[in-house]
């Protein structure tokens, strides 16, 4: 059975956060490790200054058992405080969000008197979204009861939210132990989620929970991201010149972020399927299908399987993975034929050996 679990480095807006029982993304504001030298000593503000983190996404197993225990990935992420550029008239603080060393996206934000705001973001590409009105990641002055809404536009999508500062704890993690600032938020459009960021005083965000629900209100997905090491100032990854990506690329591997193999044993665990599209049409569909080119008593050219998902943004990724057979893989070829919007995007090829 193919599965999807998608990954990318996190946005403010996580619209990369989509399974195959999802029907719609998650707005949330997901971590911004906050600088501003007017909040001085509230937020870092030394350019370079950076925030290494552990993001853990998790789903429920799609077994019927219910013992199984839930599937899991783990990436890091990077933020980095940048220079400044202006939009619109103003002048905005760059917060650079790096997938090891690529960057993914850039997130604009301004100091306010009353909060942190992000009024647009770029892409990895540099196109642009602006968030009307402009997002509130925090309100000061910073306080138990505090509350605040968000219900505007990110890009095209309505978003609905409602945030509330529940009082601050204590907060143990790789990077230390910190005094920190709950905030929780209750997401009721484009999709049910909650959220929840502690926020320490002069080190920004240092943990972050975000639950995607269903209709029924069970958990869809579950990501948390945790600063790994007290953040410091470090040098921007060098910039590597290369020329435009392709609209389409897949490939295959026996890790979930590992070179692309084209070969793998009968015993593999799981088979993992990436997938990066650039420049797509909004909301295109991805489909990919399974198919057993030349193995032992199969037909030939036999599909096996196929799954589907809609991306969210014009440049989107994300991995499908190939559960392993109970018998295990069938010693033979296969591809797997990538679809966008119904035409054929790319095949992957790989064999399974003995």
């Given at each position: 059975?193919?599965?999807?679990?998608?990954?990318?480095?996190?946005e403010l807006?996580i619209?990369?956060?989509?399974?195959?029982?999802?029907?719609?993304?998650?707005?949330?504001?997901?971590?911004?490790?906050?600088?501003?030298?007017?909040?001085?000593?509230?937020?870092?503000?030394?350019?370079g200054?950076?925030w290494?983190?552990?993001?853990?996404q998790?789903?429920?197993?799609?077994?019927?058992?219910?013992t199984?225990p839930?599937?899991r990935?783990?990436?890091?992420?990077?933020y980095?405080l940048?220079?400044?550029?202006k939009?619109?008239?103003?002048e905005?603080?760059r917060?650079?969000?790096?997938?090891g060393?690529?960057?993914?996206?850039?997130?604009?934000i301004?100091?306010?008197k009353?909060?942190i705001?992000?009024?647009?973001?770029?892409?990895?590409?540099?196109?642009?979204?602006k968030?009307?009105p402009?997002?509130?990641?925090?309100a000061?002055?910073?306080?138990?009861?505090?509350?605040?809404?968000?219900?505007?536009?990110?890009?095209?999508?309505?978003?609905?939210?409602f945030?509330?500062?529940?009082?601050d704890e204590?907060?143990?993690?790789?990077?230390?132990?910190?005094?920190?600032?709950?905030?929780?938020?209750?997401q009721?459009?484009?999709s049910v989620?909650?959220?929840?960021r502690w926020f320490a005083?002069?080190?920004?965000?240092?943990?972050?929970?975000?639950?995607?629900k269903?209709e029924?209100?069970?958990?869809?997905?579950?990501t948390?991201?945790i600063?790994?090491?007290?953040?410091?100032?470090?040098?921007?990854?060098?910039?590597?010149t290369?020329?435009?990506?392709?609209?389409?690329?897949?490939?295959?591997?026996?890790e979930?972020t590992?070179?692309?193999k084209?070969?793998?044993?009968?015993d593999?665990?799981?088979?993992?399927?990436?997938?990066?599209g650039?420049?797509?049409r909004?909301?295109?569909?991805i489909r990919?299908?399974?198919?057993a080119?030349?193995v032992a008593?199969?037909?030939?050219?036999?599909?096996?399987?196929?799954?589907?998902?809609?991306?969210?943004?014009?440049?989107?990724?994300?991995?499908?993975?190939?559960?392993t057979?109970e018998?295990g893989?069938?010693?033979?070829?296969?591809r797997?034929?990538?679809?966008?919007?119904?035409?054929?995007?790319?095949?992957?090829?790989?064999?399974?050996?003995?």
């Amino acid at each position: 059975m193919i599965i999807e679990f998608v990954h990318r480095a996190i946005e403010l807006s996580i619209t990369w956060l989509v399974s195959p029982r999802m029907k719609s993304a998650t707005f949330a504001i997901f971590l911004a490790p906050l600088a501003c030298s007017a909040a001085e000593p509230l937020f870092p503000t030394a350019e370079g200054f950076s925030w290494k983190y552990e993001m853990i996404q998790e789903r429920p197993s799609e077994s019927l058992d219910l013992t199984e225990p839930n599937e899991r990935e783990h990436f890091d992420v990077t933020y980095r405080l940048g220079g400044t550029e202006k939009i619109d008239h103003q002048e905005l603080r760059r917060l650079e969000i790096y997938h090891g060393d690529s960057l993914e996206s850039v997130d604009l934000i301004a100091v306010e008197k009353n909060g942190i705001v992000c009024p647009a973001r770029r892409d990895e590409r540099g196109n642009i979204t602006k968030l009307i009105p402009p997002q509130k990641l925090l309100a000061l002055p910073l306080k138990k009861g505090v509350t605040w809404n968000f219900d505007g536009k990110i890009g095209e999508t309505n978003v609905a939210q409602f945030y509330d500062v529940a009082g601050d704890e204590d907060v143990d993690l790789p990077a230390g132990k910190f005094r920190a600032w709950r905030i929780h938020c209750e997401q009721t459009s484009p999709s049910v989620a909650t959220i929840d960021r502690w926020f320490a005083p002069t080190i920004g965000f240092v943990k972050v929970e975000t639950i995607i629900k269903g209709e029924s209100g069970s958990t869809l997905q579950k990501t948390t991201l945790i600063l790994k090491e007290p953040p410091k100032v470090v040098a921007a990854p060098p910039k590597i010149t290369t020329s435009s990506p392709e609209k389409f690329s897949a490939g295959v591997s026996n890790e979930s972020t590992g070179e692309f193999k084209t070969e793998f044993k009968a015993d593999t665990p799981a088979i993992y399927v990436r997938w990066r599209g650039h420049d797509l049409r909004n909301k295109a569909e991805i489909r990919a299908v399974l198919i057993a080119e030349s193995v032992a008593d199969v037909s030939a050219d036999y599909q096996i399987d196929e799954s589907s998902t809609t991306a969210p943004t014009s440049n989107s990724s994300g991995t499908f993975t190939l559960s392993t057979p109970e018998q295990g893989w069938a010693p033979g070829a296969y591809r797997i034929e990538f679809f966008v919007d119904d035409e054929l995007a790319q095949t992957v090829k790989f064999k399974i050996s003995k």
